[in-house]
DNA sequence: AAAGATAGTAATTGATTACTATCTATTTTC
DNA sequence: GAAAATAGATAGTAATCAATTACTATCTTT
């Protein structure tokens, strides 16, 4: 007969993470709609009744798994633009680790996207939306710079490009999501980037132009 | 006493659009993962059980609702590139035709990113895989045109401005989800499609350089 | 007008879901 | 080292879901 192992008892707050991180895990090849609380305790080892000993409900599972992922994403780009003098190449930076994380949490997207789609207004959407906000703010502030360095074109469409550079990273990850391939996604990433950054910069900077 | 007048009897065939019709209204408003049958029967006027005399199954429903998505949205992008003489002009009127179709039915994309989302391989996401894939193939065609008569660099990178195209629409789309404002969509397509165009475009002509 | 085909209703099924009550094992505290 | 607090298992609950059944109304055909 098997030994059922009995799972080691962890501090409520260290369960939290625990389960987060698994979520996470498993929404990179679950629809996060279809993650079940079994699902979940199944991953960590755990029955499905003790998720409830350390969440009042579901819901606030999301939640805090909305927190984790808005507080690395987050940090991973301040930190990818940290130190880096010049506004363009700090949105490059930017892109790139944004993707990068993409890449390592597959599954942080496909919440987010989700949890953005739903139409009624949960405490998960919430913070995904001040996430977002987040995120935009720090581009218009980054393009503004660009503008007044001379590095980005004087008459761009701040907003407009503040879109587009989110929704260029939204279109690489919806692609990578369909074809299941994150690693051709980072590949990618340079490429449409290059195209992005001579949709919004000054002089266009074109090597083949030298010749 | 309310008479329960019952619904008229229609052939099979009727029914079965009248049917997708609804789940694309329903899916504007709901998660596509959560729209119950019980939901679209009620929004028929109709029982649920009698749902089941004309679609084997769920998943026969959502194939049909994907096949409707992708006929339709295909013929909208076809018209509107239809007898434009430049291959750039096509590609804009495709952009824009596109972001109006999805004005009308907000429910369609998000059916097909939440399809397209899934982890298993079921027939819808078959059809929208498809459909994306036509969709590229159309848009190679054009850049490529482009190319040839002048108004595209000749350096481009095709395939990651194919992927740029796309990925501009699915970003305009998403935060208009997100804002559930579907008239701001359609004005920032065009200034989101400028810089875009900035960045594919062979030469450009900047008014704001003529001075 | 009768007969057969079609399309509806109403009620029910088994499976699955989030959540809970109760008991037991393990830590922590003094 | 006993008591108290914490974290786990076990075994439920009510609600919801897709799908099915038995039956009835309506349309079409001859």
Redesign the interface.
């Known amino acids: 007969m098997t030994t059922h192992t009995r799972p080691k008892n962890l501090p409520a707050e260290e369960r939290r993470n625990v389960t987060v991180e698994a979520v996470i895990e498993l929404a990179a090849?679950?629809?996060p709609?279809?993650i079940t609380t079994a699902a979940i305790a199944k991953h960590m080892h755990l029955t499905q009744g003790a998720l409830f000993r350390h969440f009042p409900n579901k819901e606030a599972i999301w939640q805090a798994v909305m927190k984790w992922v808005a507080k690395r994403l987050m940090a991973r780009i301040d930190k990818a633009a940290e130190g880096v003098e010049s506004p363009l190449a700090a949105m490059r930076s930017m892109f790139l680790a944004h993707v990068t994380f993409v890449s390592e949490h597959p599954g942080a997207p496909?919440m987010l996207?989700?949890e953005?789609?739903?139409?009624k207004p949960t405490p998960a959407k919430r913070l995904a939306?001040a996430m977002?906000k987040q995120y935009a703010e720090r581009l218009n502030h980054l393009i503004e710079a660009g503008k007044a360095c001379g590095e980005l074109?004087?008459?761009?469409?701040s907003?407009?490009?503040a879109?587009?550079f989110?929704?260029?990273?939204?279109?690489?990850v919806?692609?990578s999501?369909?074809s299941g391939d994150m690693e051709k996604m980072r590949a990618?990433a340079t490429?449409?980037f290059?195209?992005?950054?001579?949709?919004?910069a000054k002089t266009?900077n074109?090597p083949?132009e030298v010749a």
């Open positions: 090849t679950t629809n709609g279809d496909r996207f989700g953005l789609q739903g139409a939306r977002m074109a004087e008459d761009l469409d907003q407009a490009a879109t587009l989110i929704g260029t990273i939204q279109g690489l919806m692609q999501l369909m990618d490429r449409v290059a195209i992005y950054q001579r949709g919004i266009q074109d083949a």
